[in-house]
T-cell receptor
Framework: GESVGLHLPTLSVQEGDNSIINCAYSNSASDYFIWYKQESGKGPQFIIDIRSNMDKRQGQRVTVLLNKTVKHLSLQIAATQPGDSAVYFC?????????????FGAGTTVTVRA | SQTIHQWPATLVQPVGSPLSLECTVEGTSNPNLYWYRQAAGRGLQLLFYSVGIGQISSEVPQNLSASRPQDRQFILSSKKLLLSDSGFYLCAATLRASYGYTFGSGTRLTVV
């Protein structure tokens, strides 16, 4: 769902540890999910996506897990680095409609400790 | 791949002044276009989206308006800015057949 007016939760992680960022989505009809990374003063950048016919997808140092039963999405970052410090947003969408829109989660601020 | 251009990067405007932010898209045709606002330390709020030239849908009643005079041009405007219009404005695009958004680099607007 949308994150209007919500303050962002935070996650502090030691450099080298694994990070897990969680997201609850709202629409049972959503069939596409994306994680974005937003560094300070910049626009969000695509990290990884997953479609509803999958429950896990791996990228470089990142893994997205999807649990449709409880409408939960997570992003795992392996061996977290200082460059991973950013705000992370999950997004959900229903494909195929002409007025396609993504709904963004509240976002999580990740701070990596040296 | 598509590229989103937004300008200006930063803008300081007095209360009551007009606003015009421009977004242009390269590398694709007939995209869906979106304007989002992000207040400091907060999430993304969808303001407007467009599925074609001259077609604008408003998500939140406010002091702003949007226009799409050309296929790959999306403009966010205001006749009289309010202090509450301050924020980080992001333009995004997606192909109808695709699902991911590409975001521009954003405009930091401060109304004083």
């Amino acid at each position: 769902g949308e994150s209007v007016g919500l303050h962002l939760p935070t996650l502090s992680v030691q450099e080298g540890d694994n990070s897990i960022i969680n997201c609850a989505y709202s629409n049972s009809a959503s069939d596409y999910f994306i994680w974005y990374k937003q560094e300070s003063g910049k626009g969000p950048q695509f990290i990884i996506d997953i479609r509803s016919n999958m429950d896990k997808r791996q990228g470089q140092r990142v893994t997205v897990l999807l649990n449709k039963t409880v409408k939960h999405l997570s992003l795992q970052i392996a061996a977290t680095q200082p460059g991973d410090s950013a705000v992370y947003f999950c997004a959900e969408g229903v494909g195929g409609s002409n007025d396609y829109k993504l709904s963004f989660g509240a976002g999580t601020t990740v701070t990596v400790r040296a | 791949s598509q590229t989103i251009h937004q300008w200006p990067a930063t803008l300081v405007q007095p209360v009551g002044s007009p606003l015009s932010l421009e977004c242009t898209v390269e590398g694709t045709s007939n995209p869906n276009l979106y304007w989002y606002r992000q207040a400091a330390g907060r999430g993304l709020q969808l303001l407007f989206y467009s599925v074609g030239i001259g077609q604008i849908s408003s998500e939140v009643p406010q002091n702003l308006s949007a226009s799409r005079p050309q296929d790959r041009q999306f403009i966010l405007s205001s006749k009289k800015l309010l202090l509450s219009d301050s924020g980080f404005y992001l333009c995004a695009a997606t192909l109808r057949a695709s699902y991911g958004y590409t975001f521009g680099s954003g405009t930091r607007l401060t109304v004083v």
